[in-house]
């Protein structure tokens, strides 16, 4: 069996298989909840992912996890408020509002929120109701988009 960090070199693997099912791999993770280990794979694709996607993938990719020791398969759509991680991410998110954890204060605050307005590889840049914030990627600790609920449940 493999080790814990032996999930990782499944990456390929996942995103190809993903790929071929017309899905794009998002993330994958290892973590020790009560009883046992969950591995966790995140697919996504365009209009979002469903009960039966998720279905077919975990059909498709649980013989091919042989390797690893784990005690539940999950596979999920990373929700609306997914973490921004790849370019990807930024693009879609370009121009919406988000939100910025970061993992020291910066000018006092540990937590900012405003409109994504540009990201680069050491800076994410947001304009906030005051003024364009510089933050530099490293004392980010998580950047999501902020998802707004109107009255009869629908995201506005």
Known sequence: ??????????????????????????????????????????????????????????????????AIDYDFLEISSPGLDRPLKTDRDFERALGLEVEVKLFKPLAGQKTLSGCLESWEDQNVWIKTQNSEQQIPRSVIASIRPVIHIDDEGEEE
């Open 1 to 66: 069996m493999a080790q814990k960090g032996g999930y990782r070199q499944m990456i390929p693997l996942l995103t190809s298989v993903a790929t071929e099912m017309g899905y794009e791999f998002y993330d994958i993770e290892f973590v020790k909840e009560g009883p046992g280990h969950y591995l966790r794979i995140f697919l996504d694709k365009e209009g979002g992912i469903t009960l039966n996607d998720c279905e077919a993938y975990h059909r498709r990719v649980q013989p091919e996890l042989d």
